[in-house]
Each structure stands twice: as structure tokens, then as C-alpha cells.
């Protein structure tokens, strides 16, 4: 496609439901991004994907947040037991490389828990 | 206190006046200073980047890094309403690919 899909572009869940968040990158980029944006904050690296592989899960904030990319395209985001402070508007980019000037962003998911 | 500051703003300027955002920050290993406008319900976007000290300029826009003072400021002229967005600095150490971004600061220009 034309630009980074993300989907849904809104979700509520209720405290304690898994959350299922979808990115679809520009067709051939190589690097996929995962960032969460707090309200009000810049966005915070979670996760860095090079193809199908998961390079850097360093910003990742607790073992209840689990990505993957099974096939080096499509990627999702999920989150499990969702937490209110795990509110936020997730932002997925993608780049031919992994260089900050390649990135697109999508418009995000933002989630909110009640 | 964050490795980024930015004060969030809002800034609301008059159509036609020159816009001034600045960031300051404390680790002195940043190397790249980049601006980014991200409009509302939308991704950020690159504006522009500059690789250590100086200016660097791209039409209405014109960034500017001192590293002596830790200090980075982003300038905008003939400011239009179109340009209302958020404004995010973001820095990177040499080496790395994980920016570090500011909180971003709220301009409205106002017709």
C-alpha cells in the first residue's frame, strides 16, 4: 500500500481482556517498528523487527507485551491482561533500513482501558 | 529529569509570524538532532535532521543544534495555519537507531 496500516484505529478493552493490535507496513520495507505514545509524551521504542526477526525487544515494558512477524510483513502487537496504564496510542513505522530518516509512521491504535 | 526536554506548549502565533521551538537535553553523546511535526490522530513525520553542530534550512524551516549549550531549536517563517501541528525533537547517539523524542510542543497559528 501507500503508506503503514494500522489497525483498529481505536480500541477499548476492559482491565484483564488481551488486545490484539495489527500493523501492515509499506510493501518490501525491510524494518518494522513498534513505539507506545502516552498522552501528552513522545513516542517510546518497544521493539524493532528486521524482516521476521525480532532484533531488539528492549523497550518492551513488561512480559505481558509480545510481538511477532511471522513472515516479514504483516506484524502484530499484543498485549496481555491490558492495565490502565497500558493506555495509549501505539505507533507501528516502517523503513527499507533501519535508519530514523526511512521511517513512515502509521496513525496508531489508540487503546484505552476502563 | 528526562535526557529530552520540551515544554509542551501550547504556542499560538498569528498567521505570517516567525515560529521558534527549542529543545534542550543532557547527554552529550547525541549526535543527530531531528524535528518532526505529527498532526493530530496521526503518525509523526521527518521534517528535518542535522548531524551535529550548525543550521541547516529547507524552505520555510530551519533547524538549529548547539551542542555546546545542549540546545536545539527549530524555526519556522510566514507561519501558517496549516503549519498547527505538534512539534517533536528527537536525538540519537552515534551507533544507535532508536531515537530518543521529546514530549513534543503544541504550535496553533491562528488565521
Known amino acids: 500500500g501507500a503508506g503503514v496500516s494500522q489497525s483498529p484505529r481505536y480500541k477499548v478493552a476492559k482491565r484483564g481482556q488481551d488486545v490484539a493490535l495489527r500493523c501492515d507496513p509499506i510493501s518490501g520495507h525491510v524494518s518494522l517498528f513498534w513505539y507506545q505514545q502516552a498522552l501528552g509524551q513522545g513516542p517510546e521504542f518497544l521493539t524493532y523487527f528486521q524482516n521476521e526477526a525480532q532484533l531488539d525487544k528492549s523497550g518492551l515494558p513488561s512480559d505481558r507485551f509480545f510481538a511477532e512477524r511471522p513472515e516479514g510483513s504483516v506484524s502484530t502487537l499484543k498485549i496481555q491482561r491490558t492495565q490502565q496504564e497500558d493506555s495509549a496510542v501505539y505507533l507501528c513505522a516502517s523503513s527499507l533500513e533501519r535508519q530514523f530518516y526511512g521511517y513512515t509512521f502509521g496513525s496508531g491504535t489508540r487503546l484505552t482501558v476502563v | 529529569q528526562k535526557e529530552v526536554e520540551q515544554d509542551p506548549g501550547p504556542l499560538s502565533v498569528p498567521e505570517g509570524a516567525i515560529v521558534s521551538l527549542n529543545c534542550t537535553y543532557s547527554?552529550?553523546?547525541?549526535?543527530?538532532f531531528m524535528w518532526y511535526r505529527q498532526y493530530s490522530r496521526k503518525g509523526p513525520e521527518l521534517l528535518m535532521y542535522?548531524?551535529?553542530?550548525g543550521n541547516k534550512e529547507d524552505g520555510r524551516f530551519t533547524a538549529q543544534v548547539d551542542k555546546s549549550s545542549k540546545y536545539i531549536s527549530l524555526f519556522i517563517r510566514d507561519s501558517q495555519p496549516s503549519d498547527s501541528a505538534t512539534y517533536l525533537c528527537?536525538?540519537?547517539?552515534?551507533?544507535?537507531?532508536?531515537?530518543?523524542f521529546g514530549r513534543g510542543t503544541s504550535l496553533i497559528v491562528h488565521p
Open positions: 542535522t548531524y551535529s553542530s
Open positions: 547527554n552529550s553523546a547525541f549526535q543527530y
Open positions: 528527537a536525538m540519537l547517539r552515534g551507533g544507535s537507531y532508536i531515537p530518543t
